[in-house]
Every structure is written in C-alpha cells, then in structure tokens.
C-alpha cells in the first residue's frame, strides 16, 4: 500500500463531506423492517384523525395511559410512567416520565400529522351536464396542476343530524370505487398551455366527480344528483344538510410503494410529515428509563399556519403538561410549569427538501440535504433573509452534534432552498417562545407536497435513531 501523502492527510484531518447511511450500515435488513412499519402506519393513517388514532392504538398496546384517567384516579406521577393525551382526536401528546422531575425540563420531539390535500366544501354536491360533483377547498400548499387525473380516495367523517358520527373510508380497497378531478384533453389546451403553471387549475376548478347515473324519475330536476344522495343515504343514513357538519378530505388513493429497483426508497402520500411522526413515535417507544422525561407530540394544522384548538398554537400542551406538574409536584404553582417548559430541548421534527438532480437551480448544493445522507439539521427555516425563522442557536446544535456523533447517527445539515428562492416554516417557533431550545431536524424528502413524495429508506432509519439517541441523553 501506498502512504498517504501529508497533502492527504491534513486533508482528511481538516475537511468535511457528509457519509451515505447505506455506506455506514452494515446490517441492511433492519433498515428494510423498518420501512415495512412505516408503510402500514401510513397506510393506516392518511389523514389527521386516522394517524392520531393510530398513533393512540399503538400507545396503548405499549402500556400509554391516557392523561385523563390519570387525574380522574389521581395517580402519582412516577418516573418510567407512560401517558398519553388526546386532543379531539387529531392531535396527541406522548409523555415517559423521566428521572429527574418535569420542572427540570423535557425532551421533546414534536412532528404533524396533518398533510397538504383536497377537503369536501359545507354544501358541495351539485349537477352540471348530467354530471354529479363535490366542491372542494384545498388544504395547505398544493400545486393544484399534482391533483388532477389521479385516483381520489374520501376519507374522514360526517356527523348526522342526532349527532352519530359516521366514519368515512371510500377508495382504499381494491373493490371500492374511487374519485377524481378532470384536465383538459391536449387537443384543446391551447389557452391553458399559455397561462402560467400556478394559474392552469384554479382553486374552484378542482371539482371532483362522483357520479352519473339519473334516479329513474321523469319529472324531477337534479336526478344524478339525487341518485347520489340516495345511494349515500343508502349506505351511511346521511343527507345532503349532514356535509354542513362533516370533515370529508380528499387523498391520494392507495398504498405507500417501495420504489426503485433497489427497494431503496418509499413512495407514498402523506411522507410530510408522517415520516418524522412515526419515526419518533418508534423513537419513544424504544426509549428505557430516560434521566428527563421524554414528550412525542404528533401535531395537526401544521400545514395551515399551526392556528386553531389541535394546531401546536394552541395551549394543549401547556396544559397537559400543567397537568402533569400539578400531579408530580406537592402544590401546584404556574411558575413549575413555566419552568419545565423554558428548561425544555425540542427537535422540532418536520420533513427538509432534498436535492433533487432534476431540479439543481433551487438549492445550493453545497448547504442542502441529500437523499440518503441521513437525519438532517436545518438551523433556520423561513424566507428572504430567514424571516419568519426560528433560528437555531449554535450552543443547542452543538449538543445535538456531539449527542449524534456520540451514537453514530449519520446525519447532514440541510438548508430549504437557494436564498430569496423561497422558503417556509414550521412548529419551531411556536416552542421557541417558551425559551426552550428548538432546531428543525427530520427526513429529506424529494416532491414534498405532492400526492406523490418520495423518502429513502435509509434516511428513516437513521431519523429513528437520530430520535432516540436525542431521548437517551
Ligand atoms: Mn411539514
Ligand atoms: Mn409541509
């Protein structure tokens, strides 16, 4: 063997370059199981309501107790006790009490479960051209021209008039219909070729067709219309003032996919931000005794600005966390749990974009996040000059390097996007104001916001190490 020259050597001691996860993990097969996970949690949650619900079946199965049975018993909080708390179902807080009391800070790794797609208006159903269909109103950043011509499943849940809740599942089996949104032939898409992508499909364009069949009536108006209603009037009991009380979304239909021919990669909708939600959810659940008490918050609202009573705006986890505070501590006095909160460290756990080859102009290659090159670290989100940014402070990045470089997390720093090229946010700053220390941290992900995103296997592996390491300090 030839020795390395001195040139090669400082070179190697003094520059850096980022590792491939797939170079660094010899034990192939667990990265694959992993996945295999991943693909039923998103299978089995494709919106808010199913992933919070999962995400609560799982907690049970592993011991969680839910926070209100714990007051209503009023149970002493003890270190390695599992609770739960459920906000209306769309939004739950997963706590493992640690060692040291609460007030002297948590853990916490908080992801959505929310994700970009087409929501069902309040009074949707009409007739046109013998045509029966659903007015819709988009939910988050879409680009509207990704959600025509693909199959639609409908999925959420309409409560009747005495107050039954019915859930809403039409599209996912094989045996089922599913629903879509037309696009013009490109025979006759010669003005619409010349309109500017974002403007081709309009918001009040994306009507979804469900169906063409006239009740056998002669002397009615609306009878396609009429034999819909009927047919879900048939099947659920419901009529058409019931939508003004239903959540009926619009997704992707079908399962998440192993892409490539490698089997590297998964290709499924919702990967933003079920990805960092069930990768830290693994993260918990494989925790033992942690020395600080360890918090998975799997949010919703994430992708309309974090608002309203399940967004992380709202006070609920302040709350539960009052709640525990008060069941752990002799009296309880707001200043404790102002405390716990200000002494808490956050991976604010939210997917970053990936350098896609097809696409090179937007990101700088030097500072973005590379598909399979593990858990990524972006110090500030935001747009023009990081505004509207939680910018990470260098003593907390510091912990978080030394905490990955300790465990052998391979691991990268990703920024989202070229300077002025863009940007975005995510549940970063809302924590930070408490002065707990936060950093975005999650899964690189390739088409974000499509019905279609892509993920490596690899990266979601090491992003549930990446967790638990954070949680075992
Ligand atoms: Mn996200
Ligand atoms: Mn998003």
Redesign the pocket.
């Known amino acids: 063997m030839v020795e390395k020259s001195e040139a090669k050597k400082l070179q190697e001691k003094l520059t850096h370059s980022w590792n491939n996860v797939w170079d660094k993990i010899e034990d192939k097969e667990q990265i694959f199981r992993l996945n295999e996970e991943y693909k039923s949690f998103l299978d089995n949650g494709k919106t808010e309501r199913e992933s919070a619900n999962e995400i609560i079946k799982i907690a049970k199965e592993n011991g969680y107790i839910e926070l209100n049975e714990v007051i209503d018993k009023n149970i002493t909080i003890k270190p390695g006790m599992k609770i739960y708390a459920n906000n209306k179902e769309k939004y739950v807080a997963m706590f493992v009490i640690g060692e040291e009391k609460i007030s002297r800070g948590m853990n916490i790794v908080g992801s ?1 479960i929310d994700s970009p797609r087409i929501d069902i208006k309040q009074f949707p159903l009409y007739e046109d051209s013998e045509m029966a269909l659903l007015k819709t109103h988009y939910y988050g950043g879409i680009r509207k021209y990704q959600w025509v011509t693909l199959p639609l499943a409908l999925h959420g849940v309409v409560i009747k008039s005495n107050g039954e809740k019915i859930n809403v599942v039409i599209g996912e089996d094989e045996s089922d219909p599913v629903f879509m949104i037309t696009d013009l032939l490109p025979h006759l898409a010669k003005d619409q070729n010349q309109k500017k992508l974002a403007e081709g499909i309009t918001g009040e364009g994306l009507n979804i067709i469900i169906g063409t069949i006239p009740y056998q009536n002669d002397d009615i108006k609306d009878k396609v219309k009429l034999n819909v209603l009927n047919i879900l009037n048939e099947k659920y009991g419901i009529t058409e003032e019931d939508f003004t009380t239903a959540e009926l979304e619009a997704v992707p239909a079908g399962k998440a996919r192993d892409v490539g021919i490698d089997r590297s990669l998964v290709g499924a909708y919702g990967h ?2 079920r990805v960092c939600a069930f990768t830290s959810l693994k993260a918990i659940l494989d925790i033992k005794q942690p020395k600080k008490t360890a918090v998975g918050l799997f949010v919703d609202k ?1 992708e309309v600005g974090s608002m309203g009573n399940t967004g992380m705006e709202s006070k609920f986890f302040e709350y539960a966390v009052s709640e525990l505070v008060a069941l752990q501590e002799e009296s309880y006095c707001e200043l404790i749990t102002k405390r716990a909160m200000a002494n808490s460290r956050v991976l604010s756990a ?2 970053a974009a990936g350098f896609d080859p097809n696409y090179p102009e937007v990101l700088d290659k030097r500072n973005a996040a590379f598909i399979g090159k593990g858990i990524t670290i972006a110090k500030f989100t935001g747009v023009r000059g990081k505004s509207g940014s939680n910018d990470a402070n260098s003593e907390y990045i510091s912990d978080i390097r030394r905490i990955f470089n300790e465990n052998n997390i391979v691991w990268q720093m990703g920024e989202l996007g070229k300077v002025d090229q863009g940007g975005g946010g ?1 549940i970063a700053y809302i924590l930070a104001n408490y002065g707990m220390e936060v950093v975005d941290c999650g899964v690189p992900v390739l088409s974000m916001h499509a019905p279609y995103e892509l993920v490596s296997k690899a990266d979601v592996f090491m992003t549930y190490k990446g967790y638990k390491a954070f949680y075992e300090v």
Do not use: A, G, L, P
Request: charged content about 55%; glycine content about 0%; cysteine-free.
């Open positions: 959505h933003d931000d994430e939210d997917v995510t």
